[in-house]
């Protein structure tokens, strides 16, 4: 499975972007698949994540009302649709895939086996 990212860029504070992560390969091992994020310094965390059979959508608290993560099957296809963007949203941005989390695991980084490489959003005040 082959997962590449894009649609990051400079936006202002309250702006809107929409990444979209393209799945190729062995789509069919793919069972969910989620976006984490890396700002500076910190360490990667957890932003949303959906599951393809059933569409069950996850969302960290952090932006939780703002992001909406969504799928194209038809297209192999994951985004997420960040609204009321703020400063500490800045960062660098991954999709992943997992071939299989249960409840609870969905936000864990070894909970996905892809990995895309990243697509950089930077948020200006």
């Known amino acids: 499975v082959q997962l590449q990212a894009f649609g990051g860029g400079l936006v202002q504070a309250g702006g809107s972007l929409r990444l979209s992560c393209a799945a190729s390969?062995?789509?069919?091992?793919?069972?969910?698949v989620g976006w984490f994020r890396q700002a500076p310094g910190k360490e990667r965390e957890f932003v949303a994540a959906?599951?393809?059979?059933?569409?069950?959508?996850y969302y960290a608290d952090s932006v939780l009302g703002r992001f909406t993560i969504s799928k194209d099957n038809a297209n192999n296809t994951v985004y997420l649709q960040m609204n009321s963007l703020k400063p500490e949203d800045t960062a660098v941005y991954y999709c992943?895939?997992?071939?299989?989390?249960?409840?609870?695991?969905?936000?864990?980084?070894?909970?996905?086996?892809?990995w895309g490489q990243g697509t950089e959003v930077t948020v200006s005040s």
């Open positions: 959906i599951t393809l059979s059933s569409g069950a959508r």
């Open positions: 390969g062995a789509t069919f091992r793919i069972y969910g």
């Open positions: 992943a895939a997992s071939r299989g989390y249960g409840v609870g695991t969905y936000s864990r980084r070894s909970s996905y086996h892809y």
